[in-house]
């Protein structure tokens, strides 16, 4: 079971060539004063493979969330053209941090929880740079306003990643290990 509505994560989890379903996990996401981006997606990925494990509990469960940040600001999904022009904008010349969890439950198996944190530089971007890149790729469903598996990659100076799946939304070399160790075949 795959808890999360992402259809980037349903499409990372489909290279694994594993058969699963995907189910909301219908969790609040509101920052907790005081945590850190790290801590928010360690926790809400934990929440999220709990809530679906809750309603499923001879599943294997994967729950997955990513918070990204700029310094101190934290980046969402845009949502919109005009935000993510700014966000963009915001991000030009600048260092972001990806934080990617993933919580896999399995029964009769301990709890596994890991963290991928990819550093992403922004190249210096021009107003006309931003603009052709949103009209283009319209990534307003994505944190930090770009997809790095499609043009947002001409974005980008440098990305430091222990898994490049992780900056999409699922650390899928730390999974699949993860998966093996509950007892899936992958490959």
């Known amino acids: 079971m795959l808890a999360s509505?992402?259809?980037y994560r349903r499409d990372l989890l489909d290279r694994l060539q594993?058969?699963?379903?995907?189910e909301s996990p219908g969790i609040d996401e509101t920052p907790e004063p005081g945590e850190s981006p790290r801590e928010r997606a360690l926790r809400l990925a934990a929440a999220k493979a709990r809530?679906?494990?809750g309603r499923r509990p001879d599943a294997i469960v994967i729950g997955s969330d990513q918070v990204a940040a700029c310094?101190?600001?934290l980046l969402g999904k845009p949502g919109d053209a005009a935000r993510c022009r700014a966000q963009l904008a915001a991000l030009s010349g600048r260092m972001a941090d990806f934080?990617?969890?993933?919580?896999?439950?399995a029964p009769g198996h301990p709890a596994a929880v890991h963290i991928d944190t990819t550093r992403v530089r922004f190249r210096t971007l021009d107003p006309a740079e931003i603009e052709r890149y949103v009209e283009r790729e319209r990534p307003y469903d994505c944190a930090g306003g770009f997809k790095?598996?499609?043009l947002g990659i001409a974005l980008f100076e440098s990305i430091e990643s222990h898994d490049p799946t992780a900056l999409i939304g699922l650390p899928l070399?730390?999974?699949a290990g993860a998966l093996r160790a509950?007892?899936?075949q992958v490959p």
């Open 99 to 105: 934080h990617t969890a993933c919580a896999l439950l």
């Open 18 to 22: 594993l058969p699963f379903e995907v």
């Open 51 to 53: 809530a679906v494990a």
């Open 71 to 73: 310094d101190t600001q």
């Open 182 to 184: 509950a007892g899936c």
């Open 5 to 7: 509505t992402s259809s």
């Open 148 to 150: 790095a598996e499609g």
């Open 173 to 175: 070399m730390w999974l």
